[in-house]
């Protein structure tokens, strides 16, 4: 099976987006590429399926992708395109809707996601019935890569077919588990995660949820400067930036700095220098320690115990002082980690010997809401550029 060319795969990720309040005919019409995927696939009217988002009475039911079917060379295989965040509270609401689901395949998942992938589930669940389709191409951008990765997982879960996925600035949908899962089914060769080092929205939310593939197999392109940007997470500067280039070409140049060893090193660093305001690469690796610690902390409950009542930043923040009770060393690992995110912060704050629940608590609010804050500009960046 081949894999769908990258300047093919983004073209599809942004041209779908017109599927969300036009039908099939009226979408191609207006699309410049024909919806990006040429004579490869053909695509019927009554393909277009639709997706619920917003919160409890707001709930709308909007054009959420498509199913197109594979001719001559890609004869058996399936293009499944489903777009990203529109802006407006019912789509960013199903981003923010941060709690823990069951995902297809029986793994904590994030809820928002979750709620608005079961609502067209049925809908893939039908089309597939009388198929013995070869191979299904999954692609989305933003929520669009969260709910084809949540597509994936559906459709490896029951055996439907071969799998490749190719998302563009997603967010991360499932805990470390459902990674791990999903990237030993259909192989990290056949996941092409596309992220400009910059763009907000891929780098929430954060631990305990993780990026497919697990492994150093992601495409991080570069983006002028280094400070997080919103305008990073525009399919349009996706498209930019990738050019000409192909797969090959994008993963050579995608250096990866988010290793055990430099995660031990930068922590225990003292120059001031090492991490920046608002930086990108060091909310990588405030994100990565976090995950590195807790992992420390509690070994072998991961996505499971943090799926109850309690939110998400107690519950950290309640690991967090466990660890630094427990172990000296895990103690002066929280302590920089506290006072790297509040370096990123902007915020000059003396932490004393004894670290309170409260305060790690206050400090993982402040980092949770700046990102929401950086994420929630950058959904509303989308199709205005």
């Known amino acids: 099976m081949n894999s769908l ?62 199913i197109a079917e594979g001719q001559g060379k890609r ?17 960013i609401g199903a981003d923010l809707n941060i709690g823990l689901q069951t995902g297809p395949s029986g793994w904590p998942v994030h809820a928002g996601f979750n709620d608005t992938f079961k609502s067209f589930k049925q809908d893939l669940h039908s089309y597939f019935a009388n198929k013995n389709s070869t191979h299904v191409h999954c692609v989305g951008h933003s929520l669009g890569g969260a709910l084809a990765t949540l597509t994936a997982d559906f459709l490896s879960e029951n055996k439907i077919a071969g799998v490749s996925l190719y998302t563009f600035g997603s967010p991360r949908t499932g805990t470390i588990g459902f990674s791990h899962n999903l990237t030993r089914k259909i192989q990290a060769e056949n996941i092409y995660r596309v992220h400009h080092r910059s763009d907000p929205v891929s780098m929430i939310p954060i631990f305990p ?37 192909e797969w090959n070409g994008l993963r050579s140049g995608s250096a990866d700095y988010n290793t055990t060893n430099s995660v031990d090193h930068w ?26 610690i807790i992992k420390k902390v509690l070994i072998g409950v991961i996505g499971t115990s943090l799926a109850v009542t309690a939110t998400l930043v107690d519950q950290l923040a309640w690991l967090l002082r466990q660890g630094a009770m427990a172990s000296l060393e895990i103690a002066g690992y ?41 994420a929630s500009l950058s959904l509303g960046l989308i199709n205005r550029s």
């Open 5 to 66: 060319s990258a300047v093919q795969t983004a073209i599809i990720a942004d041209e779908v987006y017109a599927i969300r309040e036009n039908d099939i005919q009226k979408a191609m019409k207006l699309s410049r590429n024909g919806l990006g995927f040429e004579n490869e696939f053909t695509i019927a009217e009554r393909a277009r399926f639709h997706g619920t988002t917003g919160p409890f009475f707001l709930k709308t039911r909007t054009g959420f992708g498509y």
């Open 75 to 91: 004869q058996g295989e399936v293009l499944i395109a489903i777009r990203g965040t529109v802006p407006g509270i019912q789509d």
């Open 209 to 245: 949820f993780s990026h497919v593939p697990v492994s150093t197999a992601d495409i991080a392109l570069d983006w002028p400067g280094s400070l997080i940007a919103p305008a990073a997470h525009s399919m349009k500067n996706y498209i930019t930036t990738i050019g000409n280039t």
């Open 267 to 292: 922590l225990k660093a003292t120059d001031s220098n090492n991490i920046l305001m608002f930086s990108a690469k060091s909310l990588w690796m405030i994100t990565n320690a976090l995950a590195w």
């Open 334 to 374: 929280v302590k920089s980690l506290i006072a790297k995110m509040l370096q990123f912060l902007g915020k000059s704050v003396s932490i004393g010997a004894d670290l309170t629940v409260s305060f790690i608590r206050w400090v993982l609010s402040l980092l949770f809401s700046t990102l929401q804050n950086f």
